[in-house]
């Protein structure tokens, strides 16, 4: 029997995990694009993205890949996409990130105006931004969703 591990670089592993990925995005978003902000449609999901859906309400690592995004993507130009132009602000300390940040994490569709959104789009496809989400999956066979359940015997 083969081990799949997903973070493994073998040539069967990266046939089985583009195929595993191609699954996702059939399953999880359609039409959709994994670059872009989505809704569940349900009171207890929050805004997502990626293949896998990165809910950003719900899961740590979403929240820390959002953020990391929201602080290094930069637009054809070299300037950072989301900027509150206060010089007196360090860059990990940057108002308008910090903001979007929060209002991300609201549930149910709410927080976000289409402005705001648009922006966060265009972070998330920015080349950092494509880049950083799609690297994500390299590991994600490494990090549990939910806790490990050990079945009793």
């Known amino acids: 029997m083969a081990n799949y591990n997903l973070s493994d670089g073998a040539c069967g592993n ?10 996702f995005t059939q399953n999880e978003l359609g039409s959709t694009s994994p670059y ?12 997502s993205f990626g293949v896998v859906q990165y809910d950003i309400s719900a899961l740590q690592y979403a929240r820390d890949l959002f953020k990391n995004i929201l ?3 930069k637009d054809a130009s070299g300037n950072y996409i989301v900027e509150d132009t206060d010089s007196l602000t360090g860059r990990i300390d940057d108002a308008k990130v910090a903001d979007l940040f929060q ?10 105006t289409s402005d705001e959104r ?5 972070a998330l496809q920015s080349t ?9 999956y390299k590991t ?9 359940r050990i079945p009793q015997l």
Request: hydrophobic share 40%.
């Open 14 to 23: 990266i046939s089985f995990k583009m195929k595993l990925i191609s699954l």
């Open 36 to 47: 872009a902000l989505s809704w569940a449609n349900t009171t207890t999901s929050g805004w």
């Open 71 to 73: 602080l290094n993507a």
């Open 103 to 112: 209002k991300a994490q609201s549930k149910n569709g709410q927080g976000l």
């Open 118 to 122: 648009a922006l966060i789009e265009s």
């Open 128 to 136: 950092q931004g494509m880049s950083l989400i799609d690297s994500s």
């Open 140 to 148: 994600i066979g490494d990090r549990p969703r939910f806790p490990a």
